[in-house]
C-alpha cells in the first residue's frame, strides 16, 4: 500500500491512531509513522487533540488537515458566474458573482475567474501558494479529460477552448471542468447527501439533463454524454419538433420553454420555465396542471432510469424545481406506476437543498476529489522524496 492509499483512509476526517491505521493497512507501525511523517510535511494531515487515553501517556491521533490546501470552485452560468473558494472539506470561506453573458466568449469569462480567484484568496489573506486547484463547471458538453467543451450549443466561440490552459498561465495548479449537470449532482451529494453512493441529479430548466453518482463515482461514460436526458423520446408527444432537430423529445415537452407555451396555449401569460413557477406558487391552476404533467413525462424516463441503475436518491434541480411538490407529485405518479417495486421500495425522490449553491460546492468538490485522490498525493509524497535525497547528495 502506498503513502496514497493510506492518505485515502484518513480523508474521512475521523481521528486515527498509527495502531488503528497499522491494523487497517497490514502495514507495519514503522512504515506507517514515515508515511504520516511525509503527510505531515506535505500539509495534509495534522495531529488531532483533545482525545487522552486513560492512565497512560496520550495516544497520537492524526487526520485530515482540511485548511492546510485551498481550491476555487466555479459556476458559469448562461448569464451569470460564481467563484467560491473552499478548504478541503468544502467548507466555503469566501464567495463572489457576478452577470456575465457566457456567449461573451471565453476570454471574458475566463478574465473574470482570474480575477476572482485573486480577489477570494486576497479576501481570505492567503497566499497563492495555498491554491490547490480551481473546478469549473459549463453550461454545455465537456470533454473531461482535457476540459474542453465540445460544440456547446450556448457558447458561441468555446468549441474546444482550453480552458485549463488559460486559467494555467495565470495559476500553475490542476484545473478540473465538467458540464454544470455533473457538478450540482456532485455538490448536492457533498452539500446533504455524503452518505449517499448512488444518485441521480436532473436538472430541469432551459434543458433537462442528469448527473449520475453511481458506487460513489460520477459516471460520465464514453465521450462525457451520459446523462443527456433531454432527448430521449417520451410516448405522446411524435408531433412535438425539438430543438434538436428530432421529435417527441422530453425536453421539447417539460423543460422551461414548453411548459411557457403550455400556459400560454391556456390564455395564461408566461415567457420562461421560472414565469411558469412564479404562476404556481400564486396558485394559478392552469401552471399547476401543465407542471403536473411536466412532472409525469419526466417520470417516464426517469422511471426507465430507475430501472437501469437503481439509484437510492432522484434529486430534481434547476429552475423548475422551483415548482415544487406540483412537480414531484407527477414524476413520483410515473415512477412508482413504471418502475420494479424493488427498484422504488426506499427510492427517495425530492427537491435539490443545495439549490443555487449545488453548483458552486459540486465545482470544489471536483477539484478537492482530484488533490486528494491516492494518485495525486502519491506523486506529491515521491516528489519529497526524490527532494529530499538531492538535498542529501547537496550537503555531502
Ligand atoms: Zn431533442
Known amino acids: 500500500m502506498r503513502t496514497g492509499e493510506l492518505f485515502d483512509l484518513l480523508r474521512d476526517g475521523r481521528p486515527w491512531t498509527r495502531a488503528q491505521l497499522a491494523e487497517a493497512t497490514g502495514l507495519a507501525r514503522s512504515t506507517i509513522t514515515a508515511r504520516i511523517d511525509t ?26 488537515n482540511p485548511t492546510a490546501k485551498l481550491v476555487v470552485g466555479v459556476d458559469i452560468g448562461a448569464t451569470h458566474a ?4 473552499t478548504d478541503l472539506n468544502g467548507s466555503i470561506l469566501g464567495e463572489v458573482d457576478t452577470q456575465i453573458a457566457v456567449a461573451d466568449g471565453p476570454e471574458a469569462v475566463l478574465s473574470w475567474v482570474v480575477q476572482s480567484v485573486r480577489d477570494l484568496l486576497e479576501t481570505s489573506e492567503r497566499p497563492v501558494t495555498d491554491l490547490a486547484a480551481i473546478g469549473i463547471g459549463l453550461p454545455g458538453p ?12 450556448i457558447m458561441p466561440g468555446w468549441d474546444r477552448f482550453d480552458v485549463p ?9 490542476p484545473v478540473l471542468v465538467d458540464n454544470d449537470v455533473n457538478i450540482m449532482a456532485l455538490g448536492e451529494r457533498r452539500g446533504h447527501l455524503r452518505d449517499v453512493d448512488d444518485l441521480v ?8 439533463g442528469a448527473g449520475i453518482v453511481s458506487g460513489g463515482v460520477l459516471q460520465r461514460g464514453a465521450q462525457g454524454t451520459a446523462g443527456d436526458l433531454g432527448h430521449v423520446r417520451v410516448p405522446g408527444a411524435d408531433d412535438v419538433p425539438c430543438r434538436c432537430g428530432n421529435s417527441g423529445c422530453l425536453e421539447a415537452v417539460a423543460a422551461g420553454p414548453a411548459l411557457a407555451a403550455a400556459v400560454r396555449a391556456q390564455g395564461e401569460q408566461a415567457e420562461t420555465g421560472g414565469d411558469v413557477v412564479e404562476l404556481v406558487r400564486s396558485g394559478s391552476r392552469v401552471a399547476m396542471g ?3 404533467q411536466a412532472g409525469r413525462d419526466i417520470g417516464e424516463v426517469v422511471a426507465t432510469m430507475v430501472n437501469l441503475i437503481n439509484p437510492s436518491v432522484v434529486v430534481i434541480g434547476g429552475q423548475v424545481a422551483g415548482a415544487g411538490e406540483h412537480l414531484l407529485a407527477g414524476i413520483r405518479e410515473s415512477v412508482y406506476h413504471r418502475s420494479l417495486p424493488l427498484a422504488t421500495e426506499h427510492l ?11 453548483a458552486v460546492l459540486g465545482a470544489s468538490a471536483l477539484a478537492i476529489e482530484h488533490v486528494l485522490s491516492p494518485d495525486v498525493v502519491e506523486a506529491a509524497s515521491e516528489a519529497l522524496a526524490a527532494a529530499d535525497a538531492a538535498a542529501e547528495v547537496a550537503g555531502r
Open 39 to 64: 503527510l505531515m510535511r506535505l500539509g495534509l494531515v495534522a495531529p488531532f487533540g483533545g482525545a487522552r487515553s486513560t492512565g497512560g501517556r496520550p495516544p497520537a491521533l492524526f487526520a485530515l
Open 290 to 292: 401543465v407542471v403536473r
Open 201 to 208: 441529479l436532473i436538472k430541469v430548466a432551459t434543458g433537462i
Open 348 to 358: 427517495r425522490i425530492v427537491t435539490s437543498r443545495a439549490g443555487g449553491e449545488a
Open 142 to 153: 465537456v470533454e473531461h479529460s482535457t476540459g474542453r467543451p465540445i460544440n456547446p450549443p
Open 165 to 173: 490552459a488559460y486559467l494555467q498561465e495565470k495559476y500553475d495548479v
Open 82 to 85: 460564481r467563484a467560491a473558494l
